[in-house]
């Protein structure tokens, strides 16, 4: 079956590095998500690596992808205030139309 | 360029109303999705569509339905509202599946008392 868990809350002090983990059930993954949702806004596409990858790097963002534990983890250098938000891991494969989300893991930055 | 745009922001509505959740899209997405956000969990998908005429059911369908009749727009109905229909709404929008990322609106709360 399809599923994907994260821990609901991370804190961590600014200036420190976050790492949001998720796990997912389906080996058949093709490619995974890290979403980004801001208070009262949608969700936004932060970055994706595809399943025969097992890291990417994107500026701050470090994305790590153990296939085989199927684990998945998105690191955050220099935490800022401007990155509390929830993040969502999500899934997909190239044959489905649609994307398996977690439930999302809420990041606050304290001073 | 809008992206995804969905009206209204907020609506409350009584227990048995109907009303229509709009979504359009000025991307030229073949794929548009509609997912609802209860407080303190993840995504549900509710309907999504692969192109105009095409529309099949998510995980939690039950009590909405969608129509797809253009490229652009994919509005989701509440025939009858219910409390338990309390949620933010989210329209996503992408030009494909699998490697193609879901651009979201900025979603629809709705409250049904």
């Known amino acids: 079956g399809e599923d994907v868990e994260q821990s609901l809350f991370l804190s961590v002090r600014e200036g420190d590095s976050s790492v949001i983990n998720c796990t997912y059930t389906?080996?058949?993954?093709?490619?995974l998500y890290w979403y980004k949702q801001e208070p009262g806004a949608g969700l936004q596409l932060l970055t994706y690596?595809?399943?025969?990858?097992d890291m990417k790097q994107d500026q701050r963002l470090t994305v790590l992808l153990n296939k085989k534990d199927k684990h998945l983890s998105l690191r955050i250098a220099d935490t800022q205030t401007g990155d509390s938000a929830i993040y969502f891991c999500?899934?997909?494969?190239?044959?489905?139309?649609?994307?398996?989300f977690g439930s999302g893991t809420r990041l606050s930055i304290r001073p | 360029n809008a992206g995804v745009t969905q009206t209204p922001k907020f609506r409350i509505l009584k227990i048995g109303q109907s009303m229509t959740l709009q979504c359009t899209q000025d991307?030229?997405?073949?794929?548009m999705y509609w997912y609802r956000q209860d407080p303190g969990m993840g995504l549900k998908l509710i309907y999504y569509?692969?192109?105009?005429?095409?529309?099949d059911k998510g995980e939690v369908p039950n009590g909405y339905n969608v129509s797809r009749s253009t490229t652009e727009d994919f509005p989701l109905r509440l025939e009858l509202a219910a409390p338990s229909q309390t949620s933010v709404y989210f329209c996503?929008?992408?030009?494909?599946?699998?490697?193609?990322?879901?651009?979201f609106g900025d979603g629809t709360r709705l409250s049904i008392l």
């Open positions: 996503a929008s992408s030009y494909g599946s699998g490697d193609q990322p879901q651009h």
């Open positions: 389906d080996s058949s993954s093709t490619y």
């Open positions: 690596i595809f399943s025969n990858m």
């Open positions: 999500a899934e997909s494969y190239s044959s489905a139309s649609k994307i398996i």
């Open positions: 991307m030229n997405h073949n794929y």
């Open positions: 569509s692969v192109g105009a005429g095409i529309t």
